[in-house]
T-cell receptor, first 117, second 109 residues
Framework: GAVVSQHPSRVICKSGTSVKIECRSL??????MFWYRQFPKQSLMLMAT?????????EQGVEKDKFLINHASLTLSTLTVTSAHPEDSSFYIC?????????????FGPGTRLTVL | QKEVEQNSGPLSVPEGAIASLNCTYS??????FFWYRQYSGKSPELIMS????GDKEDGRFTAQLNKASQYVSLLIRDSQPSDSATYLC?????????FGAGTQVVVTP
């Protein structure tokens, strides 16, 4: 149980284009989903927290107009990187909370590796 | 001061030995603590959660929590080469998980 999927697993795009990443909780309803970014050999950096049906809460320094988050249902959240640039190349990972016996527990998706040329 | 602190390693452990990982945290009111394992190029995978003082065992893993000392640890018994990974300590604080930088463990045959 408590499986989270992400799609796509890998994407390469040209500078200036937008990329959408989907995060789904497959076997539980996720009241809250989180989006992280991880650069090589660095720790996870929380970008934003989203609750179903409400606006996402962004961490300090994360541009909300560049990283659009939509949490339209209890099983789906999307992250859109708008007008992507090479510096946005990173490993984007979502996590979901709300499944299993422990509501504080976060389960991670497999991640999306974004390369912007 | 970082919210969650871990030694970055690498921690080199002979195969079959016990790996001991430590983590300290700053928020005294934290109640939920987690250990995740992350292989290179992969996302974190939950190993254990612990909420009460003392030990919690799951297979070859034992988590230990001491809230008075604000300390949580993870023991890996009978370490295997497949245990080579980065281990992330996470503490639930202010509505979100605070992660340590991770300890890299290398199990040598």
């Amino acid at each position: 149980g408590a499986v989270v999927s992400q799609h796509p697993s890998r994407v390469i795009c040209k500078s200036g284009t937008s990329v959408k990443i989907e995060c789904r909780s497959l076997d539980f309803q996720a009241t809250t989903m989180f989006w992280y970014r991880q650069f090589p050999k660095q720790s996870l950096m929380l970008m934003a927290t989203s609750n179903e049906g409400s606006k996402a809460t962004y961490e300090q320094g994360v541009e909300k107009d560049k990283f659009l988050i939509n949490h339209a249902s209890l099983t789906l959240s999307t992250l859109t990187v708008t007008s992507a640039h090479p510096e946005d190349s990173s490993f984007y990972i979502c996590s979901a909370r709300g499944g299993g016996r422990d509501t504080d527990t976060q389960y991670f998706g497999p991640g999306t590796r974004l390369t912007v040329l | 001061q970082k919210e969650v602190e871990q030694n970055s390693g690498p921690l080199s452990v002979p195969e079959g030995a016990i790996a001991s990982l430590n983590c300290t945290y700053s928020d005294r009111v934290s109640q939920s603590f987690f250990w995740y394992r992350q292989y290179s190029g992969k996302s974190p995978e939950l190993i254990m959660s612990i909420y009460s003082n003392g030990d919690k065992e799951d297979g070859r893993f034992t988590a230990q929590l001491n809230k008075a000392s604000q300390y949580v640890s993870l023991l890996i018994r009978d370490s295997q080469p497949s245990d080579s990974a980065t281990y992330l300590c996470a503490v639930y604080s202010w509505g979100k998980l605070q992660f340590g930088a991770g300890t890299q463990v290398v199990v040598t045959p």
